[in-house]
């Protein structure tokens, strides 16, 4: 070779190293190629955030009691079918249609499988393996949102409330791990930690769920603290599994309905409400002839099975529940006085638990309506156009329970931040109904009620209860032509110093193989045993 040839090689290799070394310079400074680089060095996976939880008034945990497991699915490794046995079917399915991913994922799986060399990291199940108060805290959707209950009232401050954190793990440019490269958990972003405080008692709920279960097959349970008006238990059956939304969406069986902030036709629990009444208007000494029924303008209203009751007072009215009574005493107190004594006791208004969540108002007849003087007839013991839900029921009875004075249900203490302090929820200033000379004459009266009148099924050996039954008409009927009845008992034990207020409920019934005055004093049993715990 020439030297003049060699010198022209030489250049041009030189040229060529230099447009290289250009290149290269050129890739180095712009940050779109860099950025992309990274893209194919690095690859991550979101574990699904641990969301904030619900706990009783003691600090128990109603929510994220119970272990869960995720594990990594890293491309090329082993681990695809070692997972094989530790998840669900459907998890199954997913591990086989990403078996040739690139990207790295986590799968659910039933206990920690670190010990097989398989990344693993701990996430609580939401809701324990045996669900509480489903109706009241509510479901989330596919996407962990919650769409029901107090999971959807505050899913913004639980959704905040757990760590991000992603497994993040060095890769080549086919997505395969680097030898040498173990996935790493990063945290990305730091969660709030908060949850809320309900004012449920754990005790108290499972008390009466275990009741439900074995008394009703539809109805609702609810216990409120006489003094506060919070709600120590709420129960709606039929139950739903927060976990399977869609199996009771398919079966249509009422379970999604929470009975607790539904309303129904009331019946003679609001003969309470005309009792306190009657003082409020100085009619307590009323007394009326009960021959078993009473027409007003042409239509003739009954006791229960036409039963004559002769000369009655207030007491021994409510003690027989006896309509014929109430309807002579609804004429003398006029619609005005009426409406007003349902409105001071709650009724016909909404009951707010949190921003979003409230019960229906349901409805109070107008005094319009009850110009109409058997409208007025229906109304004086709980009829006609009168529904009210089970919430509203309670708040009422626990009137009478706390002295006279009304307090707003609340069913949330408030937020509780991560170190375990509350920062307690606003509440309306309770009120006063009724005096409490005049709220201790009822209770005396409802105690009578339970005693010597019709409602003996709440009878325990627990302690002396009283109450007050109902059994209202609803205008539904079965495929045999037989109208469904909602059947009711509402009181407080012990019926001297109240401690619990108790509302139960049996809707769209024939005769219920249990009272609900017989569940009352189930769940009043119960309440006996776990205070002297």
């Known amino acids: 070779m020439s030297f003049r040839r060699l010198r022209a ?18 890739v180095g400074q712009n940050i779109g190629y860099a950025q992309s680089a990274l893209q194919q060095t690095e690859r991550e996976a979101a574990l699904p955030p641990d969301r904030g939880n619900f706990y009783d008034r003691t600090g128990r945990l109603l929510t994220g009691a119970a272990d869960g497991w995720y594990a990594l699915c890293v491309p090329g490794s082993d681990g695809y079918a070692e997972l094989l046995p530790y998840v669900s079917y ?61 999971e959807r009232a505050y899913d913004a401050l639980l959704s905040a409330s757990g760590d991000e954190v992603v497994a993040a793990c060095a890769a080549s440019a086919q997505g395969l ?29 499972r008390l009466c ?19 506060t008006g919070e709600i120590l238990a709420a129960v709606s059956v039929p139950r739903y599994d927060p976990n399977d939304v869609a199996k009771s969406i398919a079966a249509d069986d009422t379970s999604l309905i929470d009975r607790l902030l539904t309303p129904f036709c009331v019946g003679s629990v609001f003969k309470i409400v005309a009792a306190a009444a009657a003082y409020d208007a100085g009619l307590d000494w009323f007394t009326a002839d009960c021959t078993g029924s009473v027409t007003v303008n042409g239509q003739t209203y009954r006791c229960a099975q036409s039963r004559a009751h002769g000369e009655v007072n207030l007491r021994a009215a409510l003690a027989q529940s006896c309509n014929c009574y109430f309807i002579e005493l609804g004429q003398k107190l006029g619609a005005q006085r009426l409406i007003k004594a349902a409105q001071d006791f709650g009724l016909g208004q909404s009951i707010t638990l949190a921003s979003g969540l409230q019960s229906d108002a349901a409805s109070l007849p107008s005094a319009a309506q009850l110009q109409n003087a058997g409208d007025l007839a229906l109304f004086s013991f709980g009829q006609g156009a009168l529904t009210a839900t089970p919430l509203q029921i309670a708040a009422m009875t626990n009137v009478i329970a706390g002295g006279g004075v009304y307090h707003t249900p609340a069913a949330v203490q408030g937020v509780r ?5 509350i920062t307690p929820n606003e509440v309306p200033a309770p009120r006063r109904v009724c005096s409490a000379a005049t709220a201790r004459i009822l209770r005396s009266m409802l105690h009578t009620v339970v005693e010597q009148g019709i409602g003996s099924d709440a009878m325990t050996g627990a302690g002396e209860c009283a109450g007050k039954t109902g059994t209202a008409q609803t205008g539904q009927f079965d495929a045999d032509g037989r109208e469904l009845l909602n059947y009711w008992f509402t009181g407080f034990y012990p019926a001297d110093a109240p401690r619990y207020t108790i509302t139960v409920l049996q809707d769209a019934r024939q005769a219920p193989e ?7 004093a189930d769940v009043v049993q119960g309440l006996h045993v776990l205070d002297a715990a």
Request: glycine share 10%.
């Open 417 to 421: 931040r991560a170190d375990g302090s």
């Open 9 to 26: 090689l030489v250049v041009c290799l030189a040229g060529c190293i230099g447009l290289v070394l250009c290149r290269v310079y050129w």
């Open 514 to 520: 249990t009272s609900s005055a017989a569940v009352f």
């Open 90 to 150: 459907a998890e199954q399915t997913e591990l086989y249609r990403r078996r040739n991913d690139t990207s790295l994922f986590f799968v659910s799986v039933d206990r920690d499988v670190s010990a097989l060399g398989i990344p693993c990291r701990r996430i609580a199940q939401r809701y324990l393996p045996l669900p509480i108060a489903v109706h009241l805290l509510g479901y989330r959707n596919g996407e962990g949102l919650g769409v029901a209950g107090l």
């Open 209 to 227: 769920e275990g009741v439900a279960d074995l008394t009703m097959t539809r109805g609702c349970i609810v216990v409120l603290q006489p003094d």
């Open 177 to 205: 791990p680097l030898t040498g490269s173990e996935p790493v958990f990063v945290t990305r972003h730091t969660g709030t930690g908060q949850g809320v405080a309900l004012t449920l008692d754990a005790d108290i709920q």
